[in-house]
Nanobody, 120 residues
Framework: QVQLVESGGGLVQTGGSLRLSCVAS????????MGWYRQAPGKQRELVAR???????NYADSVKGRFTIARDNAKNTVYLQMNNLKPEDTAVYYC??????????????WGQGTQVTVSS
């Protein structure tokens, strides 16, 4: 019932920047948490950053000081500003949203992923 669409991935050089966007659509009553995860080949999916509807955030230690997560609650959109990118940031980045759909049905939805590749 709820769909997430990511955009903004691409190929950049070490030290470059990208801004990812994720838009949620569907029969949504509220979104409590939105976040970004990433998965590199041969590795498990890991949390990159999350943001609660009230504005609190948390980040993976590996991206603190370089990445910033923000959301526009009115647009059901979350952003991930990625600066000073490193080759180890190369992964497929997935958007995630948790909340309540219509009829008070909870949801936990993932986007299709967007590729981020950082060349050295």
């Amino acid at each position: 019932q709820v769909q997430l669409v990511e955009s903004g991935g691409g190929l950049v050089q070490t030290g470059g920047s990208l801004r990812l966007s994720c838009v949620a659509s569907g029969t949504i009553f509220s979104i409590d948490v939105m976040g970004w995860y990433r998965q590199a080949p041969g590795k498990q999916r890991e949390l990159v950053a999350r943001i609660i509807s009230g504005g609190s955030t948390n980040y993976a230690d590996s991206v603190k000081g370089r990445f910033t997560i923000a959301r526009d609650n009115a647009k059901n959109t979350v952003y991930l500003q990625m600066n000073n990118l490193k080759p180890e940031d190369t992964a497929v980045y997935y958007c995630n949203a948790e909340g309540v759909a219509t009829m008070l049905r909870t949801f936990n939805t993932w986007g299709q992923g967007t590729q981020v590749t950082v060349s050295s």
